[in-house]
């Protein structure tokens, strides 16, 4: 199980003249196991902040701590194979390489591991059976429905078996029907395995499910959502 | 650390059939023209590379020592230069051939008003002792008076007929008058190849003179040298000699050519430059359409070199297919084929060296023109590509 | 990045190297008589085309010339050149030649009519086996006086065996 500490995070994007701040010296602390929705307006940073926990970008200044590793300061390779380790993203749009099966797909993440091609066939064959849809292991992603999808990204990023989960707006493209299913397979890793799961969403019923809320505004958490948001 | 798998690299080239055609069909041909100007350049030196041991020198006429068609001597020069001691003789007659050297009209078809000026040398049967590296294939020589001719390998390609339009009792046009071919020969990788020969007097009937291009005399090594020919071409003031080896004859015809191969290379240099920047900006649309795969693979935690060597990887399979394609067609297509040259012809060569010239290009333009698309496209943050 | 454009040249290039062979090999160059060049030109030195006219075979001659009228005055390997009359003109410097000794606005039959072979030979009647380029001062273009026997003589073709040359301006 793995924690994040986030200490005055900041980030900041230099646009031609202007300055973008979308994380602003921002204090946060996620507990080991703890399963977390993050939302907020667009634009508010949520990404941002996923992909600095995920070391995906480097904060420009403040404190990360993820597992209690300073992860900003990390070579970009060193990086890689951190997140190779520790973190399953999940996207939007699941970013499934077209040229792959799901089965193949899944498996990537494993290719960068020292392991048996037994030993990758088990886990992958596992990861798409927790994900519900090892049945069309042999598809192409144009061959699937959305939510099929997304069960195989799901899949991929837990079958190096990564402490970390980051998602981001995983339902976000989804129907009704079948965000409840990837979101109680969300909330199902989360009990069964232990893992940490931060989730980015606009849908408030991944409140339901996440153990805590966060919201995020203009690069600061608030406590309670402002006004525009209680409304979307 | 493991990479991306084979199959990635291969399963991305189908995703754009159109763009693969047009890197395969690039890829081919920039190695074919590799191929292509590498063994024009190969055949045009080793034509006009004398015949390895030779120990022939060759009396010219003193201010055309740069072309024998030019060169005019006297008759006489022919006995004279039999008064070197040291020429190598075999059954008593010595290794001397007089010869004239002139371009002439040649017609396949008497009913077509302009023939293909076509190299004749007009020699003795002495020729044949001098230029050992002659062989008849088929055939004899021919006799004077006879109207006859003896036909070089790529003389077919030079006048632009099928080879057995050449064969033994086949008629050619030369000055008005019907000659019958009774000889074919072989000269492979020399001038002479692309020469037809005829017996001295008949051509200098022909021309119409009465004196040589040239005399042509195998020294013994060790018993005669150049030496003794240039005392005796400055000793016969009368005659207007200049006399060197064949070597050094070649390697003024051949510094003669330079230009032409450096306008070859220049050429070949150029196109091949273009297929680069076509095969580049394919290479560029192909990868950029990929910037969010790419973003995902460095997410997932491959590291930005196992993403390089995957995009390499199918830029070397493109590029491997296409020179293979391009060695195999070159060596099948293009290896012998007579090139029309000023007024001679030369085969070109495709051999080993030329072979791996062309692949070994076609190999490093693949991998070299997917490098800067690659980084181009890796440039972009990760963060940023994944949004794209 | 450049890489591609400097490397196939390159290798093209070692393919177009052609290989001039080395004349067979010379024994060691034998000495010029000591007395050769002289110091001061010979008296009664006349003209090469005038002595061509007059001398018969065997003569002794003192012949005044110039190193005029060839593309290659001097033979490589042995002791022999050809001297130029007075009246061949040489091309100018300011043409732009880069060979002006070889009087090429002037036919070659002229020319060769207006020369003398000039030779130092050995005990055997043969040129010495090294050249006289250089050696004494001789040059292209150089005045020269030579002193020696008519050795050849027929139609066109006039051979002295030298031996006393004294080369004008020479100092060494
Ligand atoms: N790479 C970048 N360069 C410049 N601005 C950026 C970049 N990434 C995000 N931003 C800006 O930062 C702000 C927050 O973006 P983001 O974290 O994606 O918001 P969201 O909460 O919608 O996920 C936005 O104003 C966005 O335009
Ligand atoms: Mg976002």
Not at chain 2, 211 to 231: K, R, W
Not at chain 2, 352 to 372: F, K, Q, R, T
Not at chain 3, 75 to 104: K, M, N, Q, R
């Amino acid at each position: 199980m793995i924690g994040i500490e986030c200490r005055a995070l900041t980030k900041k994007f230099m646009k031609g003249e202007t300055t973008i701040t979308p994380l602003d010296s921002l204090d946060l602390v996620i507990e080991p196991g703890s399963f977390l929705a993050l939302m907020g307006p667009s634009g508010s940073g949520k990404t941002t902040l996923l992909n600095l926990i995920a070391g995906i970008d480097r904060p420009t200044s403040g404190e990360l701590l993820v597992d209690g590793l300073d992860i900003a300061h990390l070579s970009r390779s060193r990086l890689a194979r951190w997140r190779a380790e520790k973190v399953g993203y999940i996207f939007q749009l699941y970013h499934l390489v077209p040229v792959l099966t799901a089965y193949e797909n899944v498996e990537l993440p494993l290719l960068i591991h020292p392991l048996s091609r037994k030993e990758r066939h088990a886990r992958v064959q596992r990861a798409l059976e927790l994900a519900g849809i090892a049945d069309r292991h042999d598809h192409y992603p144009r061959q699937l429905s959305g939510g099929q999808e997304q069960r195989v990204a799901i899949a991929r990023a837990i079958v190096a078996d990564p402490p970390l989960l980051l998602a981001d707006e995983p339902t976000g493209d989804l129907d009704r029907e079948s965000s409840t299913a990837i979101l109680k397979l969300l909330r199902k890793l989360s009990e069964d395995l232990g893992k940490t799961l931060l989730v980015v969403t606009h849908d408030i019923a991944t409140t339901d499910y996440a153990q805590a809320t966060l919201h995020l505004e203009k690069g600061r958490l608030v406590t309670e959502p402002g006004e525009e948001q209680r409304h979307a | 650390m493991r990479g991306l798998p084979f199959d990635y690299a291969t399963r991305n080239l189908g995703r754009s059939p159109g763009r693969l055609a047009g890197a395969l069909v690039g890829s081919t041909l920039v190695t074919l023209l590799v191929i292509a100007s590498a063994s024009f350049i190969r055949g045009m030196g080793a034509s006009l590379d004398p015949p390895a041991g030779n120990s022939n020198v060759i009396f010219l006429g003193a201010g055309s020592e740069e072309s024998v068609e030019r060169s005019e001597i006297r008759m006489q020069a022919a006995d004279v230069v039999g008064t070197i001691s040291g020429l190598r003789t075999r059954l008593g007659q010595p290794f001397i051939s007089p010869e004239v050297h002139i371009g002439l009209a040649v017609r396949t078809d008497p009913a077509v008003p302009e023939g293909r000026l076509t190299p004749l040398r007009g020699v003795r049967p002495s020729a044949f002792l001098v230029h050992s590296e002659v062989q008849i294939t088929e055939g004899r020589a021919p006799v004077a008076g006879a109207n006859e001719l003896l036909v070089g390998g790529l003389v077919s390609g030079q006048l632009g007929v099928p080879d057995a339009r050449l064969g033994l009792g086949e008629v050619l046009h030369i000055d008005g008058r019907e000659w019958r071919i009774v000889g074919r020969m072989r000269a492979p990788r020399t001038v002479i190849d692309a020469e037809i020969w005829i017996p001295l007097t008949d051509l200098q009937v022909i021309a119409q003179r009465d004196n040589l291009s040239c005399v042509i005399a195998t020294l013994v090594p060790g018993e005669a040298d150049i030496t003794d020919a240039e005392i005796l071409a400055a000793q016969r003031l009368d005659l207007e000699l200049a006399v060197m080896t064949e070597s050094e004859y070649y390697a003024t015809l051949s510094r003669f050519y330079a230009p032409v191969r450096a306008m070859v290379l220049a050429t070949a240099l150029l196109v091949a430059l273009g297929g680069i920047l076509g095969g580049l900006n394919t290479m560029v649309a192909a990868f950029a359409s990929r910037v969010r795969e790419v973003g995902t693979l460095q997410v997932i935690g491959y590291p930005r070199r196992a993403i390089i060597l995957s995009f390499l990887q199918e830029s070397w399979i493109i590029s491997s297919c296409g020179a293979l394609v391009a060695g195999a067609l070159g060596w099948a297509v293009l290896d012998g084929v007579a090139v029309r040259f000023s007024m001679g012809a030369f085969g070109l060569i495709v051999d080993a060296p030329v072979l791996a010239i062309g692949v070994g290009a076609g190999l490093g333009l693949g991998l070299l023109g997917a490098l800067p698309p690659t980084i181009h496209c890796l440039r972009l943050p990760v963060g940023q590509a994944l949004k794209s | 990045m450049r890489h591609p454009r400097f490397v196939i040249p390159l290798l093209l290039l070692t393919l177009i190297g052609c290989a001039v062979e080395e004349s067979p090999v010379q024994t060691a160059a034998p000495d010029l008589p000591p007395s050769l060049f002289l110091t001061s030109p010979p008296a009664n030195a006349r003209s090469v085309a005038e002595v061509k006219e007059s001398a018969a075979l065997g003569d002794e001659v003192v012949i005044a010339g110039q190193l005029v009228g060839n593309r290659q005055i001097f033979v490589e390997g042995a002791a022999t050149f050809i001297l130029g009359d007075h009246s061949i003109e040489a091309c100018h410097p300011e043409e732009g030649c880069d060979t002006p000794w070889d009087a090429c606005c002037t036919p070659i039959t002229e020319r060769r009519a207006l020369s003398a072979t000039i030779q130092v030979v050995g005990e055997d009647g043969k040129p010495l086996r090294t050249s006289l380029k250089g050696r004494g001062a001789l040059s292209e273009l150089k005045q020269v006086v030579v002193v020696g026997k008519v050795s050849q003589r027929s139609e066109g073709v006039f051979v002295v065996d030298a031996s006393g040359i004294f080369v004008a301006g020479g100092d060494s």
